[in-house]
């Protein structure tokens, strides 16, 4: 059985840090391209930072510029978002993402990163909350 758990989730001060895990079991992220989504409440899910196989490629949402930062362990099956200079808009439930399909990699464009339906797996979601 396929899983994504992740964690790290919490509440936080603005200006604060925290680090999500997403955790695979079932399936190997080797090879696979991996994203996280966040949705906040009463909006649509949206795309805030992708990797490639290798880490060699990182697209990033402009929200998520300068203060996040994706990468992934293969050796782990884990990916993760560091998040620094957090906002009172970064609350949102995060959520990790990940294609069971190997791709070419002129298949992997940015628009790639972004689009939900490229995405076979999915977390069940951690909460990130920021506010003093």
């Known amino acids: 059985q396929v899983q994504l758990v992740e964690s790290g989730g919490g509440l936080v001060q603005p200006g604060g840090s925290l680090r999500l895990s997403c955790v695979a079991s079932?399936?190997?992220?080797?090879?696979?391209?991996l994203s996280w989504f966040r949705q906040a409440p009463g909006k649509k899910r949206e795309f805030v930072a992708g990797?490639?196989?290798?880490?060699?490629?990182?697209p990033y949402a402009d929200s998520a510029k300068g203060r996040f930062t994706i990468s992934r362990d293969n050796a782990k099956n884990t990916m993760y978002l560091q998040m620094n200079s957090l906002k009172p808009e970064d609350t949102a439930v995060y959520y990790c993402?990940?294609?069971?399909?190997?791709?070419?990699?002129?298949?992997?464009?940015?628009?790639?990163?972004?689009?939900?339906?490229?995405?076979?797996?999915w977390g069940q979601g951690t909460q990130v909350t920021v506010s003093s």
């Open positions: 079932g399936f190997t992220l080797d090879y696979r391209s």
């Open positions: 990797v490639n196989w290798s880490g060699s490629i990182t």
């Open positions: 993402a990940a294609d069971r399909d190997a791709h070419e990699p002129s298949y992997l464009t940015e628009a790639y990163y972004h689009r939900e339906e490229e995405y076979d797996y």
